[in-house]
């Protein structure tokens, strides 16, 4: 059996295991049976298959735990260390290979400190310690050497030589991966592929076009005669490269276009966590990234509109696809987390609180510990139910699908920010045109000073939102002119950018704002854009507001204590949620939590039900992550309840709306390929339609500015929340004295599907 898996024929292996592992289940010959099905799980991690290959590396660790069979237990969770690192999720491989170290170390004769060494080094160089990580390198190297194994001897070089190539490190490189290479060629080693990418990436980097291209040729040859190696995508875009320096567009872009379809395998792959699909949109953005600029200069050059149509499909395939399969997953597989699911995710969220409180190493260190066991329980679940779980659509046909959900008087603008131009699409119901923009790091500089402005109603302000507005929207057709609304699919720092404050133009020395004459919403990818919705029943309306933050609030329980973190009561959020209760519900029949009421018990109580709006009237406090956590009433220990994005993200509930009125409740990392994350994100993976969030802090003023948004809202059943926002916005504007500074209502923003 092991002849097989060595000679690559890993069906074939596979099935022998397989098979081995039910006979030796029947009779109850457990140690036989762990030990096929690590090697079974192996065979699927060779070919890829890496759902199956975790859902028997968890079952084979499991049973080597419960035999206290610590030799196994610890090489299958390095496995798994391997499988989650492969997947780009960084705190679940490290976690995992922690738990290898400490079953290993109760079997002091188990072999496997190469092994080990080796994948510390990986994660070290993965979380960008390169330095930390050369020790690692080199002893497992040296303990590879010294067992006789010159294929992970050679494995560890050229990982340290890849490693330092990103760096651009290209000397200390060029030894270690020659020397890699010339292990592997003498000993027919058949991962000698990993060479020739490592290599023809290094002769890239040098200049050497040539010698690049003939190693590529090899890879993309070794890609082609395996392939179920699926990432090969890699070779075909490294070769991609080589040919856009050589000046052969046409030929990069079929390399292009072959990693995708490679990595669109890999994607249906990708394990069912949240974690585990952001790692991979990262780690492809490089690809999708190349195929998408090499398209548009063929496109420039040619005038091909097929090009244009396809960076567009690619631009929206690789963007929010996480959420989009959070979004479609089955909510069934929720019934399958095991018990303990919920005991870890309320860990989880006290070690993240203690984190955003203090952060120091040790809490930093716990969350990652629970961080990782949920998104295992969470991997497990999905599993389980089955292989169609939060499946990723890829983008061929997507326009036509676009072009069709668009109404007239709808437009969408696709945004692509690279160097040194970025690209915007205008899609309408007549057709789609591409368009340029200057370069990200341009823009970037920009928008941060335009948000600056804004925000502090600074002079200045309206005639940079002119220059923002004629980069990003001057040139747009006639169609789109006319539309009364815009959806945006943004990129990057254009995730910051309070667009309602552009300025289309000056009439009489006034600004005249996008707002004024386009309703906006913000698109997560157009992969979410769904049909015009039918009439909307009247919804319930959950306000949750004024909680008790601090021990000297006199609502706070008597035997509540005094904490070291307690923030500033939000007084005038009281009245708000009642002034924008009585406006959507005048009969009285809103849910409102105030005071020790507003609590996540208590929401959470008040979601399953009819369609709802959700009105947050709370602090949102940063947290060590960066993506701001929801802050609710006081608990038994004088600290406010914070609820993380990755707990919202969980819940389930019908929400047509979820309003965060204030704290700067809309910011949050931008990741590459994923987009905006944070509280937006988090309520739209809940089951949110929409939700309206805020860019920076607005004042405590019992919530004026949303009561003309309900009021709006309620007074054409037909309206959506994205032109009910723009009437409060222009209704603000136009209102004379504080209200009609920017700053105001520029802030406010709608991010959804519909």
Excluded at 128 to 155: M, S, V
Excluded at 384 to 412: K, S, Y
Excluded at 424 to 431: F, P, Y
Excluded at 435 to 463: D, H, I, K, M, W
Aim: overall charge neutral; aromatic content about 8%; proline content about 5%.
């Amino acid at each position: 059996m092991r002849s097989l898996f060595e000679s690559g024929r890993f069906v074939e292996a596979a099935t022998t295991y397989e098979a081995l592992y039910r006979r030796a289940r029947q009779a109850n010959d457990l140690p036989t049976a762990v030990r096929a099905l690590n090697n079974l799980a192996g065979c699927w991690f060779a070919l890829f298959r890496y759902r199956q290959a975790a859902d028997a590396y968890l079952q084979a660790r499991q049973l080597a735990e419960n035999q206290r069979d610590w030799e196994v237990a610890g090489t299958v969770s390095l496995n798994l260390s391997s499988l989650y690192l492969q997947m780009g999720e960084i705190n679940s491989a490290e976690q995992a290979a922690e738990r290898s170290a400490e079953a290993l170390a109760k079997a002091p004769n188990h072999g496997r400190r190469a092994q080990l060494l080796l994948q510390f080094a990986k994660i070290k160089a993965r979380k960008g310690d390169i330095d930390g990580a050369a020790p690692y390198f080199r002893a497992a190297a040296a303990e590879a050497d010294r067992q006789g194994n010159t294929a992970l001897a050679a494995q560890a070089l050229n990982l340290y030589g890849y490693e330092l190539l990103g760096a651009r490190r290209t000397q200390e490189a060029e030894p270690l991966l020659v020397e890699a290479f010339r292990l592997r060629k003498l000993t027919r080693d058949p991962d000698i592929d990993h060479s020739y990418r490592t290599l023809g990436m290094l002769r890239l980097a040098q200049g050497d076009l040539r010698s690049a291209s003939a190693l590529l040729d090899e890879a993309v040859a070794m890609a082609r005669s395996r392939p179920a190696k699926v990432t090969g995508w890699s070779a075909y875009y490294l070769r991609g490269q080589v040919r856009v320096a050589e000046g052969n567009a046409a030929a990069a872009l079929e390399d292009f276009r072959s990693g995708i379809e490679l990595a669109r395998r890999l994607r249906v792959e990708v394990l069912p966590a949240d974690a585990m699909r952001i790692g991979m949109e990262v780690e492809m953005q490089q690809l999708y990234a190349a195929f998408i600029r090499t398209a548009i200069g063929i496109y420039k050059a040619t005038g091909r509109q097929k090009l244009a149509r396809e960076a567009f499909e690619a631009a929206e395939e690789n963007r929010a696809a996480s959420l989009r399969a959070l979004v479609s997953g089955a909510d069934g597989w929720q019934s399958l987390l095991p018990l303990e699911y919920g005991e870890r995710v309320r860990q989880l969220r006290a070690a993240e609180a203690r984190a955003a409180l203090k952060p120091e190493p040790a809490a930093e260190a716990e969350v990652a510990r629970l961080e990782h066991a949920v998104t295992e329980m969470e991997v497990k679940a999905g599993l389980e139910a089955g292989p169609g779980f939060g499946a990723a659509a890829n983008g061929r046909g997507l326009l036509d699908v676009v072009r069709h959900r668009l109404r007239h008087g709808q437009a969408l603008f696709s945004f692509f920010l690279d160097e040194p131009e970025s690209y915007v699409w205008e899609v309408t119901q007549t057709g789609i045109e591409l368009r340029t923009a200057p370069g990200r790091s341009r823009l970037a500089g920009q928008v941060e000073e335009f948000v600056r402005r804004v925000s502090g109603n600074s002079s200045g302000a309206a005639a940079l939102g002119a220059r923002l507005y004629a980069d990003l929207f001057g040139a747009r057709g006639r169609a789109a002119c006319n539309s009364a609304e815009w959806v945006l699919s943004l990129d990057d720092t254009l995730f910051r950018m309070p667009f309602a404050a552009l300025v289309e133009g000056f009439e009489q020395g006034r600004p005249v704002y996008v707002i004024e004459r386009h309703s906006l919403r913000v698109t997560p990818s157009a992969h979410l854009l769904s049909a015009a919705p039918g009439p909307r029943p009247v919804m319930r309306f959950i306000g949750v507001g004024d909680p008790v933050y601090n021990s000297a609030d006199p609502r706070a329980p008597d035997d509540s204590k005094r904490s070291d973190f307690e923030l500033q009561r939000l007084a005038g959020t009281g009245r708000e949620i009642e002034s924008c209760a009585r406006v959507w519900m005048p009969n009285g029949q809103a849910i409102l939590l105030r005071g020790t009421d507003a609590s996540e018990e208590a929401v959470q109580r008040t979601l399953p039900g009819p369609p709802a709006i959700l009105h947050l009237a709370t602090h949102v406090v940063p947290s060590s992550g960066g993506q701001g956590m929801l802050a609710l009433a006081l608990r038994k220990d004088g600290r406010p309840e914070l609820v993380s994005p990755a707990e919202i993200a969980r819940w389930r509930a019908d929400l047509n709306l979820v309003v965060l009125s204030g704290c700067g409740s809309g910011t949050g990392k931008v990741l590459a390929g994923t987009g905006l994350m944070g509280m937006t994100r988090a309520w739209l993976a809940a089951g949110a339609s929409a939700v309206a969030a805020s860019y920076w802090p607005m004042p405590d003023d019992s919530g004026e500015f949303f009561l003309s948004f309900y009021k709006a809202l309620r007074e054409n059943a037909g309206r959506k929340p994205a032109e009910a926002l723009q009437q409060a916005q222009v209704e603000a504007l136009h209102s004379g004295g504080p209200r009609s500074e920017p700053s105001r209502w520029a802030a406010y923003f709608l991010v959804g599907k519909e």
